[in-house]
């Protein structure tokens, strides 16, 4: 029997600059403030580091310093990355980042990651796009070891302060095609899926069940747990974490601290922060 508890709604903004950053940040802020009042589990933010067609103001290069802004003002809410670039990283100062933000958050980071598609960053950063696969990979095995506390040097120095729980549970890896997904399950990380499927003659929903069905299979024994998202029910048995179709997730409730006292809920909607609503996440643990 399903365990309908499982749903957790969260949402997704690139907050993009429409007109003024300082007024697209703010109002990306005053999202995540109500919905820690409202309700929602989780908030993820995109990175973006040059304007694009789309968004020819630019977005948000800088998500960390963001999120350690919404961790003072936000009691409950996760705090995501959906994603960071990480060939565009440094993996260590990133880590530094994550358990920083960590910590002032009460342990609510959620870290996603990514390659990204934008080749004119890639030249702005000195980095070869051809190598991005292996640039990721290289600097995703650099950022867990910095963020689970292993040495870093030959003479055993380790970052400080750490974040293993990050490390050990709440990365999430973006997967754009079946085969990424199933190398995502045989290295046991969350799966992080975006809420289109490009390419693909078949509607997203469809395209992600199938990539979901190949991570659940590839993933080590008793690695993981069947996805509770809108689009992939579980198989068997209720699941074993907290997941919504936004991509988040959370593990089994403990008590939260109480909401801080505010005059008034902010609850307006704004054009710099539109909710997405079709993403999914599967979380390992």
């Known amino acids: 029997m399903t365990d309908t508890s499982a749903f957790r709604l969260g949402f997704f903004t690139r907050a993009a600059i429409r007109t003024d950053a300082r007024q697209a940040y703010a109002d990306a802020h005053e999202l995540f403030v109500a919905a820690d009042e409202l309700g929602p589990d989780s908030g993820w933010v995109a990175q973006h580091h040059l304007p694009t067609s789309t968004h020819p103001l630019g977005g948000l290069p800088s998500p960390w310093t963001f999120l350690a802004n919404v961790a003072a003002s936000t009691r409950h809410i996760r705090l995501g990355t959906a994603v960071n670039v990480l060939p565009l990283e440094d993996p260590v100062r990133l880590a530094e980042d994550v358990a920083v933000v960590d910590i002032l958050s009460g342990g609510r980071v959620e870290l996603g990651l990514g390659s990204g598609s934008d080749q004119r960053a890639y030249r702005a950063f000195g980095r070869d796009f051809s190598r991005k696969r292996e640039i990721h990979t290289q600097h995703r095995e650099l950022l867990r070891r910095a963020l689970s506390g292993r040495p870093l040097t030959e003479d055993g120095a380790v970052l400080t302060p750490c974040a293993p729980e990050v490390a050990e549970g709440r990365i999430w890896q973006g997967a754009h095609s079946g085969d990424t997904a199933e190398q995502v399950g045989r290295e046991g990380l969350n799966l992080l899926l975006d809420q289109t ?38 198989r068997t048995g209720p699941p074993r974490w907290r997941t919504c179709r936004t991509g988040c997730s959370r593990p089994s409730p403990t008590s939260r601290p109480p909401a801080p006292s505010r005059t008034s809920a902010r609850t307006r909607s704004t054009t710099s922060c539109r909710p997405c609503t079709s993403s999914a996440g599967i979380r390992t643990r």
Request: hydrophobic residues 30%.
């Open 197 to 234: 499927a490009i390419g693909f003659p078949d509607r997203p929903g469809t395209v992600h069940r199938a990539w979901a069905d190949r991570y659940r299979d590839a993933l080590p024994a008793g690695g993981g747990s069947p996805c509770a998202g809108r689009s992939f029910p579980p």
